[in-house]
């Protein structure tokens, strides 16, 4: 297990809804990213958080958008939410958002959309 | 932009069988390289990592992965597998600054006992 948590485990919503995700990096940690994974593929990087600022976006609208706090915890907001949206999301975190530095995994939020 | 492929989307291996998955990767420029692998029930973990230096690097577990920049390939080994092995692997890349990982679509092994 890494150190880094998320929450909640599961969570079911509706068509248009507004959902917010969290996690908690682990310790010593300074950059968060996040990462949507799709049944069946591989994750797809949504965007990252270095010292509280986005260091980093993929190709995602802006109804995706994320904040990190002063102890490096961190939300990915998601607004109108579609069918699409159902997936699985991953928080990552590192010491620093370079290119050696390791990211380290939580265990992930399932986000249903009906 | 970059792009990874993973042509294998199932293995099937009985013990002691070896292992090579392939991964292709797209990108324009030097590129850092990852194999990552999910255990079932478990997080994202890292397997192994190239940088720069010995095209051959070694991971975790017995596994080893070979990198051929005239094929734009970095593909996974293992000699011998063991039922242990069952999970879900996904090759990655990222950029020279920045660590933001562009995985490939995943292999899942299942290893036979």
């Known amino acids: 297990e890494t150190g880094v948590t998320q929450s909640p485990t599961h969570l079911i919503k509706t068509r248009g809804q507004q959902v917010t995700l969290r996690c908690s990096s682990q310790?010593?940690?300074?950059?968060v990213s996040w990462y949507q994974q799709a049944l069946g593929q591989g994750p797809q990087f949504i965007f990252q958080?270095?010292?509280?600022?986005?260091?980093g976006r993929g190709n995602f609208p802006p109804r995706f958008s994320g904040l990190q706090f002063p102890n490096y915890s961190s939300e990915l907001n998601v607004n109108a939410l579609e069918l699409d949206d159902s997936a699985l999301y991953l928080c990552?975190?590192?010491?620093?958002?370079?290119?050696?530095?390791?990211?380290?995994f939580g265990p992930g939020t399932r986000l249903t959309v009906t | 932009a970059q792009s990874v492929s993973q042509h294998n989307h199932h293995v099937i291996l009985s013990e002691a069988a070896s292992l090579e998955l392939g991964c292709n990767y797209s990108?324009?420029?030097?590129?850092?390289l990852f194999w990552y692998v999910q255990y079932p029930g478990q997080h994202l973990q890292l397997l192994l990592k190239?940088?720069?230096?010995?095209?051959l690097v070694k991971g975790i577990k017995g596994f080893e992965a070979e990198f051929i920049k005239s094929k734009f390939s970095f593909n996974l080994r293992k000699p011998s597998v063991q039922w242990s092995d069952t999970a879900e692997y996904f090759c990655a890349v990222s950029p020279p600054i920045g660590n933001m990982l562009t995985f490939g679509g995943g292999t899942r092994l299942m290893v036979k006992p």
């Open positions: 990108y324009g420029g030097t590129v850092n």
């Open positions: 990552a975190s590192s010491t620093s958002s370079g290119s050696s530095y390791e990211q380290y």
């Open positions: 190239y940088f720069s230096g010995d095209p």
């Open positions: 310790s010593g940690h300074n950059t």
């Open positions: 958080y270095y010292r509280e600022e986005e260091n």
